[in-house]
């Protein structure tokens, strides 16, 4: 492992613009009386972006990071040719975030939750003896599962019992990372309401989701690695979302490349897209609330059931904070999207037979509004387009290898009592 200098960086308030230190796991400026996230401001202005031995930590410049974890890989970004063809698009850029040696990808989860995960965990302080604890609808958890059993970090994931079969790894794990599940039937929110059961034991500690700084600016860089690769910042930026924190991480990466000088001062236009017909963000946009509408819980679980890509079923995303989604589309001018289980399996198809590799049914839901974006007229064909590809090669990762499965320790029902969770998850650690 490569010496490593840890990251030197501030923290803001974006409702405020207050400046401050991170005390080392901050989520929040407590002097902010409005909700907000807060943004890490690097004293790097300028990103030198390092070679791709140091895995995702080529972008540690602007990564809120105290060292470098083992097993880390970066997005890769390159120029389509089949997909651009048959879209008709003149500079349609792919990031990829997978498994696909073809094109140098290598993210063995075959996700970009990885690049959350490698900055997240490289963020905690190493003699932290707390048990980090996340929530997850599948993909996240088994990307910091890989990330801690590696890095001997104690982990406790919150998983829905019907996506457990997204726990799934190319090795047994350390066992300093334990599950648990909500039962059949419920969904992604339940699996946080469980997290937030076990958090009032002083043994564990959040993970932060959209607030923690490390979780975005990981996520930020699929946005780093275009904007370097193509050698400007990009005119449009497809991705699905199920919290818009990777969109949210996409505009802050924008705003740090502008400020860079070096890359243009192009400001991306989001266009994010979600699975229909769980569509909540949708909703809120189209009728311009900057606030979350009703939305009836039965109605919601049986969307969630319904849509392909069950990792972006969030009910509670950091849309209406300040700095969140909302925010994040207003200041680029962007667009929500939608996109059918049908629209979404076709393009995951044209990707196939495209691009040479499969993707997963998230990444399938914004190439399908990409498709139906161009056949609109929504989009410039002459501009550069940026497509996040957010997870891929996962049937190409599994053959010819022995995959195992991370069971859950507990599973408890939906109105589980907070006693009886507390002491159970207690005896994993």
Known sequence: ????????????????????????????????????????????????????????????????????????????????????KHLGLKNLYITLNGYYPARGASMSTCSFKETEAYSVCARID?????????????????????????????????????????MWF??????????????????????????????KSRKFYAEGGAKNVARRDGMGTTFLSATTFIGQIPDYYFQAVG??????????????????GRFGTTTTKLMVSQNAPFVPMYDAWRVDSPV?????????????????????????????????????????????????????????QLFLETEGVDIHPAAAIATASLIRAVESGKIDREKIVMLNITGAGEQLFKQDREIFHLEPSFVFPLNAEREEVISKVETLF
């Open 243 to 260: 919290s818009g924190t990777g969109a949210i991480a996409a505009w802050e990466a924008n705003l740090r490349l502008i400020e860079d």
């Open 292 to 348: 979350m509408l009703p939305y009836e819980e039965a109605k919601a679980r049986r969307d969630v059931e319904i849509i392909d890509a069950k990792v972006l079923s969030n009910r509670r995303p950091p849309y209406g904070i300040v700095g969140g989604l909302y925010d994040a589309l207003k200041a680029t001018n962007g667009e929500v999207l939608i996109a059918t289980n049908q629209q979404g399996r076709k393009a995951a």
């Open 126 to 166: 190493e003699d932290d003896d707390r048990v980090l604890v996340v929530a997850s609808a599948g993909n996240t958890a088994r990307a910091f599962a890989k990330v801690c059993s590696e890095n001997n970090i104690k982990l406790l994931l919150s998983v829905p019992a019907d996506n457990l079969d997204a």
């Open 1 to 84: 492992m490569k010496e490593f200098t840890p990251t030197k960086y501030r923290l803001q308030c974006v409702a405020t613009g207050h400046e401050f230190e991170d005390e080392g796991w901050t989520l929040d400026d407590k002097e902010s009386n409005k909700p907000s996230l807060v943004r890490a401001l690097y004293d790097k202005r300028q990103i030198e972006v390092k070679d791709d031995t140091c895995g995702l930590y080529k972008f540690a410049d602007w990564l809120p990071v105290k060292r470098m974890l083992k097993g880390s890989s970066a997005p890769v970004t390159y120029k389509s040719e089949g997909l651009a």
């Open 170 to 199: 190319d090795a047994p794990l350390n066992p300093c990372v334990k599950l648990i599940a909500c039962e059949r039937g419920g969904d992604y929110f339940d699996a946080i309401h469980l997290s937030n059961i076990v958090l």
